[in-house]
């Protein structure tokens, strides 16, 4: 119990780590029959690692460390494409810090930067409009990267362009959502979830409703979970006793920030400015049906694509990942991290070689950050 | 980055955008609160809102607030937020 003690209130940390135990034996959880239990953002990978959550609850509980980073499930010609965006001469390209580190096929964001394109780290995407409004003679793109907590930062920016008529200023969206790949997961005959700890900011957005499908049709059950440890263990316990009483249903843990019908607000702003690819393509996951986003006709010249028709599918081809980099087989749980020959090895948070080693939120780098000696165990 | 950060708006400087200012763990940043706006946006004043890349995503009460920011400081996130707020303000300062 080596991290109780770091828990804000670590007595009723205990409480709830006792009674998962409790209704961990009476399923008949083990080691060798585990329950699996994925949680599907990064943030609350992050968290279990953090806090050993993985290492403190009963043995029979396995985490399965699911494609909520964005920075994560970003393919290789994502990022080269990006990377020929940011070359063009006239061309501002700005991001949020955590795509910068990704590799491409060619180089990063930030080697393109040492090479002298002129890519700049932008906290807000209306830091990249105000860029826009102070540099008129250059065009300023926004890369718009992550699921729908961010989704909507971009469609506000891009009805404020609108509005303010500005014509340097685009997106080169590559949003996604989480609903598809869950159904994509859940119809993977390899896959063996028993149910989900949901994402919580993505559900202050979306609300509850879009994940009612995988209680319905596929009899599993999801509780949406807040970030502090206390939280996750809370949804774990919910998700258990669901199990235990033959259960599926959408549960709210995080009800104090999400609401159960999202933020109209948001929604209706994304609803306006993007719609649904066809299908799009995730590292690891291949192509998953209608999970991306892109941007309407209606505001086409604040696409990036169409203005220098660059983007999803204009390639024409698929690129590999690299060379011994096991990121796939990780992201859908087949191995654990440590299992990857290049591991520690060839890929570090210094030199990642695959994405799930670029964010803190990463599987990868969630291991090498907190594993110790675990790292070292056979997965 | 798909956390957020617990922010108190303390003024709305531009009512028509939406735009306000917000202190967060004692940086100062313009943000939108386009997505909590209902009512007179004067009442957000004082609000505490989950901030996340420049918009106020959801009100919280003070005392969530400062529970997130003590799970989100364990997590190295809040250093981070407030590093990308204060280099992203420094490059649009060099940009005048
Ligand atoms: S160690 Fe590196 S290459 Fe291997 S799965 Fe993790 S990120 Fe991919």
Known sequence: ?379 | MCLGIPGQITAITDAERMMATASVSGVRREVCVAPIAQGPLEDLVGEWALIHVGFAMSRIDPDEAAKTLEALRALGEVEEELAAMRASAAMLEETR
Not at chain 1, 159 to 174: I, S
């Open chain 1, 1 to 379: 119990m080596k991290y109780v003690q770091e828990f804000r209130d670590p007595k009723a940390a205990k409480a709830v780590l006792a009674a998962i135990a409790r209704v961990a034996d009476e399923i008949g959880a083990t080691r060798d029959k585990p329950v699996h239990i994925m949680e599907v953002c990064g943030g609350h990978t992050h968290a279990i690692f953090r806090y050993g959550l993985d290492k403190l609850v009963h043995e029979g509980i396995e985490f399965i460390h699911g494609p909520g980073c964005p920075v994560c499930v970003l393919p290789m010609s994502r990022v080269d494409e990006c990377v020929e965006l940011a070359e063009r001469p006239e061309v501002i390209f700005t991001t949020f810090g955590d795509a910068m580190r990704v590799p491409g096929t060619r180089k990063s964001l930030l080697q393109a930067k040492a090479d002298g394109a002129d890519v700049r780290m932008v906290y807000s995407p209306l830091d990249a409009l105000e860029l826009a409004r102070r540099t008129p003679d250059r065009e300023v793109i926004f890369f718009g990267l992550g699921f729908e907590t961010t989704t909507p930062s971009t469609a506000f920016a891009i009805q404020q362009a609108a509005r303010e008529g500005l014509t340097n200023f685009t997106v080169f969206a590559n949003h996604i959502t989480v609903p598809p790949p869950i159904k994509a997961l859940l119809d993977d005959p390899h896959m063996v979830l028993d149910g989900f700890v949901g994402p919580g900011h993505v559900s202050m957005v979306i609300g509850t409703e879009p994940y009612q499908f995988i209680a319905r049709d596929y009899g599993k059950p999801l509780v949406v979970a807040g970030f502090e440890p206390l939280d996750l263990l809370q949804s774990v316990l919910m998700v258990l006793e669901q199990i235990r009483d033959g259960r599926a249903e959408i549960e709210n843990q995080y009800a104090r920030v999400v609401p159960a019908e999202g933020n109209p607000a948001s929604i209706a702003a994304v609803e306006d400015v993007y719609e649904p690819r066809p299908t799009f393509a995730w590292r690891g996951l291949g192509e998953i049906d209608a999970s991306g986003l892109r941007i309407r006709e209606t505001y086409r010249t604040f696409d990036a694509e169409e203005k220098f028709g660059i983007g999803y599918g204009t390639r024409g081809r698929a690129v590999d990942e690299p060379e011994g980099c096991a990121c796939g087989l990780v992201m859908t749980g087949r191995i654990k991290p440590p299992a990857c020959p290049q591991f520690g090895k060839g890929c570090t948070p210094d030199m990642p070689l695959g994405a799930l080693m670029v964010s803190s939120e990463g599987a990868c780098a969630a291991y090498w950050q907190y594993g110790g000696a675990r790292a070292e165990e056979p997965a």
